[in-house]
């Protein structure tokens, strides 16, 4: 699944940018080294912390929007967990994220937390305005297509409104539910070993039998 997130950002290196091959797979390489580590690995560690870092901020920037979410038990990184993987290729028109990967190069990766929370600013009244949990998912399934969603509403709120961001904040978040997202996983693992073992034993007794 995260390798076909991958060759979609690929494609969009060979098809709008119209790199060639080489020069895609090196903007590819690029765009990796910036984000965290294990943001593409199996578990995608560095991805699940970064939406639970993205969902403290937005409560603490947009706590209506995540009440509102609450309300109708809305789980935001099931919309902005493919904006990251993806760097909002699959998620936005073609001119922001242009100026998403030129700020992206350019700031590193906090700029994921920017844009998405930029998105959601502009669009703050009309989530509000959603009556049910599908009206919500329509909603932000086409809300990087929308006609406010431009690069310049965009950056007037990422690098304006939002600021001071400051890199050391994202740094502790994600410090600290790196701690939490392992120790999930390694609790998980020690379930499945247990299963499994009981699963082999419980075989063995019934072939005895």
């Not at 539910?177 to 609790?187: A, F, R, W």
Request: charged fraction near 25%; charge should be negative; proline fraction near 2%.
């Amino acid at each position: 699944w995260y390798q076909r997130r991958v060759r979609g950002i690929a494609a969009f290196a060979l098809t709008v940018l119209n790199l060639k091959e080489e020069e895609a797979f090196w903007a590819v390489v690029a765009v990796v080294e910036v984000l965290p580590l294990d943001y593409y690995s199996q578990t995608m560690i560095g991805a699940q912390v970064d939406q639970r870092v993205l969902s403290d901020i937005m409560a603490d920037k947009y706590p209506k929007i995540m009440a509102h979410f609450q309300q109708f038990k809305i789980d935001l990184s099931l919309i902005t967990f493919n904006w990251f993987l993806t760097l909002y290729v699959d998620n936005t028109n073609i001119e922001v994220v242009l100026s998403f990967w030129d700020s992206f190069l350019y700031e590193g990766d906090k700029v994921l937390f920017r844009y998405a929370l930029a998105i959601f600013r502009i669009h703050h009244d009309m989530l509000l305005n959603t009556r049910d949990g599908i009206e919500v998912y329509n909603f932000c399934r086409a809300i990087g297509d929308s006609d406010y969603c431009t690069p310049e509403n965009i950056k007037r709120i990422a690098f304006g409104e939002l600021n001071p961001f400051p890199m050391e904040r994202v740094s502790k978040r994600r410090e600290f539910h790196y701690k939490k997202v392992v120790g999930e996983l390694n609790q998980l693992n020690e379930m499945r070993a247990s299963y499994n073992t009981h699963k082999r034993s419980s075989a063995i007794d019934y072939d005895s039998d």
